[in-house]
């Protein structure tokens, strides 16, 4: 009897375990609870604050995009504003017959420099400069020549003395005088005769420079 019952059930009653079985092993679970994780929040707080300082150096950079802006219109308005003032200064030249053109100007600097010059060499007084001279030249010392650079108001003198002695003491006096500065005894030598040549270079005060 108990064969029979078993050989009598159906096929279906045995796959009915199997398929609740696995349709069991197919479902998942998800946890939408709410949880407090103190990572998650930190990491939050951190992408937050991130956020915002992007926010705020965006709007840093456009304002500041702005202010360049404008300071670029109000640079460009002066630019144009001297341009014409430039343009006009050149109609009212061209009326007066005045050439303003860069040529001329460079000219003009070139005769500047040139009348500087001429004024330089009118007032200096060689005159005053021999007198000064003479008075530092002992008895026993002939100069043979004497150049002035007058840009740089440096004194080449050339001469012959009796001794080395006289040279020294020709060179003190230079340093002693009012008008003349660090004299330097480029050389010296004994010539013919027994007469020592020497070359000094001193700098020569001009008075009221």
Known sequence: MTVNRVGSRRPSQFLAP???????????????????RAG??????????????????IAWNIWQGVVVYEESRIIEAELERVRQL???LMAEASKEGIDLSS????????????ANQLIGK?????????TELERTVPPRI???SVRLDQPSKTVQLTGTAVSLEDVTAFTVGLQNHATFKDPV?????VGAGGLVEFDVSVQYRQTGA
């Open 103 to 114: 040529g001329a100007l460079k000219r003009l600097s070139s005769e500047v420099d040139l």
């Open 40 to 57: 998650v929040a930190s990491c939050r707080t951190w992408l937050i604050g991130g956020c915002v300082g992007l926010i705020l150096g």
């Open 18 to 36: 199997l398929r609740s079985r696995r349709c069991a092993d197919l479902q998942f679970e998800i946890n939408v609870s709410s949880r407090y």
């Open 86 to 88: 430039d343009h006009a």
């Open 122 to 130: 009118r007032i200096f007084s060689w005159s005053t400069f021999l």
């Open 142 to 144: 002939a100069l043979t």
């Open 185 to 189: 005894l480029a050389q010296h030598r």
